[in-house]
């Protein structure tokens, strides 16, 4: 069914802006781009219970196969080779390895199709700061041991910027114009999040810290798990609409969900499990113009002849002795007898490929929820000149109060570019209408393009003089939702624990999607298979 | 008589251009001050009430009310006129804009209410109570659809906010200069000049709205009170240069970059101490910044440089000379001379990609931190960039802005270059134009306070004596505290600093 383009906007950018937008003339000029693929058909091969048969001569015998490249995937393959475990697989259905963490190349820099950046991992996060030295982004330690990240690849301020009513303002909090009970409410909420830094149980540990399966199991904590962040707001009596706006922002910025979606435990760990202590900053962020490709590349690096890409593992049999899996890539069948396999793709597949997962389940794959998003990679020929004298200057991370989307991050800021061409990455999570999944695969490049350059019309109404080319993928399971109960809930619990011979190994695990939950979970089923 | 139905026509006009006036001045409030109920709000209700105190002063007003009437209308057509030029100016150069705008709206609103219940009086022997009040406020609302169907539709995106204001002016001029025939029996005195008054202005309203365009210039031409003998903007900046009783001004987006008649100071502290510091010969100079050549014109002073290679992003400063011949003359044609060469980069971005021998000097000449692109050239990172192209024995030297005026911003660049790992010379001379301004000499390892000029230079303003003062400072411009931050490409604490300090004297 063809939607008019008001209905599109409507569904997008909400019906009085979609009004708006129709009531003016269209652009004169569009800018060129396409749909950047994710392996869509082959991935949904899995549902059309065909039979592979593998030659004889088809079959490898391999220590460990890892089924899934992105960070959890690539971390497992990283730490087994570093351990000593060079016999291994890794299959990739996509023809580029990263999941969520992928990049692009272009001019004059990378740019990021997902995840962009990472808080300074805390001092006790000491595997993941192996990572940052090995990849020479330290340079040493502080007297507290804190490590300390080269200038260069700590987000250069400014670093955010939101756009309210005509005018950009410096931070995402929206300062300008609030009243003394929004500061008020402010200031309490602080409070509340400064309680829960603070906050340690009987055994010493905090409530919110990275990685998650160091947070504390207090009842008082995992209680949080049962209510939505909006409900925990609203218990605390905090109303301010630019609070909630904030709090909104950061669920669906961080989650892909609204404030409601959110359970209370994710919406504080946002805001806590990156502050030291009490008063303290949150942690500085490492990014790179091509975001969390940096990561990626570096990690793929340790196992890049050992990676199959555009495979789509079609069944996982666990035997007495190990894992029979078979891959297929659209033409031919391959086998591989393992010892063990780790399982990082979204867990709601596995049953899909783990043969008789369902017979005797042991835990229930289809809780395990996740939501969908658009991104966007414009490529300006030139920047937007600012409006007014006195905006706030273009940052690294620029938002849109009034909008469903998250704005876009400037892949050019951190190489120090601040002139001419620029790449800006436009987030868009599908948390607004009950169906996203289905809605934003109803749509084409042409339309996703309108939503976007529309959108971001309202604060550049030069982006489509400026915009050279658009394109734009389609995530239909970018994060996992971390909506009330699932966090602390059964099932996740149950698929920590290794399946027969595979193990599972990904950030859906954690309840939510973050470059240290992927990379714990990588570590984990790596140190399991070793064991 | 003939003249009812003219006068009723320009009952008409006036409404028509008040309520014009009354948009204008909310929609550009809302654009530039953002949050457009509250602008859109304010600026009726002022109206509003303004209109409703003219009314109450026409009581007033006892005789000769057809000239007062033709003054009044012109004083609108003056007001609403050039009132969106006029805010937009304002809203760029002073911070009290609101106060102007609604003093403007007020003034606008009062006027106009002057306006209705004058025509209704001089008409009153002409026609019944009835009819008249009746016809001029039909008439009078009549006018104000016609301005709110037309603003949005036609006015706005055709003609521009500026252009509509000059051109409602216009209109409000011309009912004024019309109204001095239809009213020619009325007026019982200075009808002529009355007309010279409103032709005058229907002149000027109607070479603004030809001119529309280039208002900003003539914004520009109020700023500088010299003559502008050059102005043009590249895709980076706004280059003026201005002629003045003492010589040539170079202006960069309405910062002074330097004046003829003293930069030599500003342009010899700059140079020569970086060439007393350097033990041997120096060959290979780098400038980063310094596209006006002046910088260079003092390196070439010594025969034992080689190569001079200037980075500054913006070729249309770095061509500047071509196009002004008097600059040709200050630099002494430096720019034009084979050893130098030129390239248009961002400096940051350059030092960081390219694979370059290195320098034995550096003369960093950068504008002041007033943004964060600006900021990003004094950070830990770019000096760390600088110092990975230089020779282990280089000497450089950094323009620091004013130690007395900005006196943090000066310490926070001293302690950047200090936790960059470079041994710092902090100097500062008097450059008259500018005022006390702040240097920094630096080298890799430490070294002593240089005493004087190399020899055989020809030099204007150091010698022997002014270059050992350039090292002492005076209490009001040490170190203000040692609290005083380091900046950081994610901290940029200069750009804060800088915009405090400098905001005081603003």
């Known amino acids: 069914m063809r939607l008019t383009r008001r209905e599109l906007l409507t569904t997008f950018l909400g019906a009085p802006f979609a009004f708006a937008a129709c009531r003016e003339s269209r652009p004169d000029r569009f800018p060129d781009g396409e749909l950047a693929g994710q392996n869509v058909d082959l991935g949904h091969i899995l549902r059309e219970h065909r039979t592979f ?424 399971h970018a994060m996992i939702s971390p909506t009330p109960g699932f966090i602390h809930g059964e099932t996740r619990a149950k698929a920590l624990k290794p399946y027969r011979n595979i193990h599972f190994a990904h950030t859906d695990l954690s309840g939510f999607a973050l470059f240290e939950e992927a990379f714990y979970h990588g570590l984990r089923a790596a140190k399991e298979v070793k064991e | ?174 009912v004024g200069i019309w109204g001095t025939w239809l009213l020619e029996p009325l007026i019982k005195k200075n009808l002529t000049l009355l007309r010279v008054k409103g032709f005058v202005l229907l002149v000027l309203l109607g070479i603004a709205f030809i001119k529309a365009d280039s208002l900003t210039t003539m914004a520009e031409d109020a700023l500088f009170p010299d003559q502008i003998v050059y102005a043009k903007s590249s895709p980076y900046q706004r280059i003026v240069v201005t002629r003045g009783k003492l010589g040539h001004s170079l202006f960069l987006n309405g910062n002074l970059q330097f004046n003829s008649f003293d930069e030599y100071r500003y342009h010899e502290a700059l140079v020569h101490p970086a060439f007393a510091a350097y033990q041997g010969e120096p060959k290979r100079v780098l400038v980063l910044g310094g596209g006006d050549g002046l910088a260079v014109r003092e390196i070439l002073k010594y025969p034992s440089v080689e190569s001079v290679t200037l980075v500054d992003l913006d070729p249309m400063m770095t061509g500047l000379s071509e196009a002004l011949p008097a600059l040709m003359e200050l630099n002494k044609g430096s720019m034009k001379d084979p050893r130098v060469s030129v390239i248009n980069a961002d400096a940051f971005v350059w030092l960081d990609n390219n694979d370059i021998e290195p320098f034995d000097i550096a003369i960093v000449d950068f504008p002041d931190p007033n943004n964060f692109a600006l900021g990003k050239l004094y950070t830990t990172r770019f000096y760390g960039l600088l110092r990975a192209k230089l020779r282990p024995e280089a000497a450089v030297v950094i323009q620091c802005t004013s130690p007395l005026y900005a006196r943090n911003s000066y310490w926070s660049i001293i302690k950047t270059l200090e936790a960059a790992g470079f041994y710092v010379k902090p100097f500062q001379t008097t450059v008259p134009s500018f005022g006390v301004w702040g240097y920094a000499l630096v080298k890799q390892q430490p070294f002593e306070t240089p005493q004087n000029a190399r020899e055989g230079i020809e030099l204007n303003y150091i010698n022997q004596n002014s270059f050992a003062s350039l090292f002492d400072f005076p209490s009001d411009m040490t170190l203000p505290s040692d609290d005083i931050e380091i900046n950081r490409l994610d901290n940029q604490a200069l750009v804060r600093y800088y915009e405090t300090e400098w905001r005081r004297f603003e």
Not at chain 1, 89 to 116: C, F, I, M, N
Not at chain 2, 4 to 26: D, K, Q, S
């Open chain 2, 1 to 174: 008589m003939k003249r009812v139905p003219l006068l009723f026509l320009n009952v008409v006009i006036i409404a028509t251009c008040g309520l014009i006036y009354e948009l204008l001045a909310a929609t550009v409030s809302s654009y530039v001050l953002g949050d457009s109920v509250t602008q859109f709000s304010l600026v009726i209700g002022i109206y509003l009430s303004a209109m409703g105190v003219g009314s109450w002063l026409s009581g007033f007003l006892e005789t000769n009310l057809a000239s007062k009437f033709i003054e009044i209308e012109l004083a609108v057509a003056l007001i609403g006129g050039f009132s969106a030029p006029l805010l937009f100016l304002t809203f760029a150069n002073v911070s009290y804009f609101a106060v102007i705008l609604y003093s403007m709206v007020f003034a606008i609103g009062a006027l106009v209410g002057l306006e209705i219940p004058l025509l209704m009086r001089i008409l009153k022997d002409e026609l019944d109570f009835k009819d008249l009040v009746s016809r001029v406020l039909a008439l009078d609302y009549v006018g104000a659809l016609l301005a709110s169907l037309m603003f949005p539709i036609f006015l706005v995106p055709k003609l521009g906010l500026n252009r509509t204001s000059l051109l409602f002016g216009m209109l409000n001029a011309i």
């Open chain 1, 53 to 476: 048969e593998v030659s004889a001569d088809k079959w490898r015998q391999v220590k460990v196969v890892i089924v899934g490249s992105g960070v959890a995937g690539l971390t497992a393959a990283w730490k087994l080779s570093k351990q000593g475990i060079e016999d291994i697989v890794v299959l990739e259905l996509e023809k580029d390895v990263g999941g969520t963490s992928k990049s692009g190349e272009g001019r004059p820099v990378g740019y990021p199709w997902g995840a962009h950046y990472l808080p300074v991992p805390f001092r006790e996060n000491t595997e993941l700061i192996e990572l940052l030295d090995e990849m020479r982004l330290t340079e040493g330690r502080s007297a507290e041991g804190d490590v300390i990240i080269k200038e260069q690849f700590l987000c250069r301020q400014p670093e955010e910027r939101v756009f309210y009513k005509g005018r950009w303002y410096e931070g995402l909090y929206l300062h300008a114009g609030e009243s003394e009970e929004d500061i008020r409410q402010f200031s309490e909420f602080q409070k509340h999040t400064d309680h829960w830094v603070n906050w340690r149980d009987g055994k010493g540990r905090r409530a919110f810290v990275v990685p998650s399966a160091l947070c504390s199991d207090d009842a008082e904590v995992v209680a949080l798990d049962k209510i939505s962040f909006g409900e925990w707001l609203r218990q605390k009596g905090l109303t301010s609409e630019r609070l909630l706006w904030y709090c909104d922002y950061a669920c669906r910025d961080d989650y892909g969900l609204k404030l409601d979606q959110t359970s209370a435990w994710a919406g504080l760990f946002y805001f806590c499990s990156r502050v030291r202590k009490s008063g303290g900053e949150s942690q500085p962020f490492i990014t790179f113009p091509e975001g969390n490709g940096r990561f990626v590349a570096h990690l793929a690096e340790s196992v890049k002849d050992k990676t199959l890409r555009s495979q789509a593992v079609v069944s996982i049999v666990p035997t007495e002795s190990g894992v029979d899996i078979v891959c297929f890539d659209g033409a031919e069948t391959l086998g591989f007898h393992c010892e063990k396999a780790i399982y990082a793709s979204p867990i709601f597949t596995a049953p899909y490929v783990i043969r008789g997962f369902n017979e005797a389940a042991p835990f229930d794959a289809r809780s395990f929820h996740s939501n969908s998003w658009f991104v966007a990679n414009l490529q300006l020929k030139d920047r937007p000149k600012p409006r007014f004298s006195r905006d706030f200057p273009l940052a690294w991370d620029n938002v849109l109060y009034d909008s469903h989307s998250l704005g876009y991050v400037n892949a050019t800021h951190q190489k120090g570019i601040d002139h001419g061409p620029a790449i800006w990455t436009y987030y868009y999570p599908m948390c607004h209408e009950p169906d996203g999944r289905t809605k934003l695969f109803n749509y084409e490049w042409r339309e996703l393009a309108d939503v976007c350059l529309t959108d971001l019309a309202r604060a550049h109404p030069d982006i489509h003089e400026l915009c050279d080319r658009i394109d734009i993928m389609r995530w239909g």
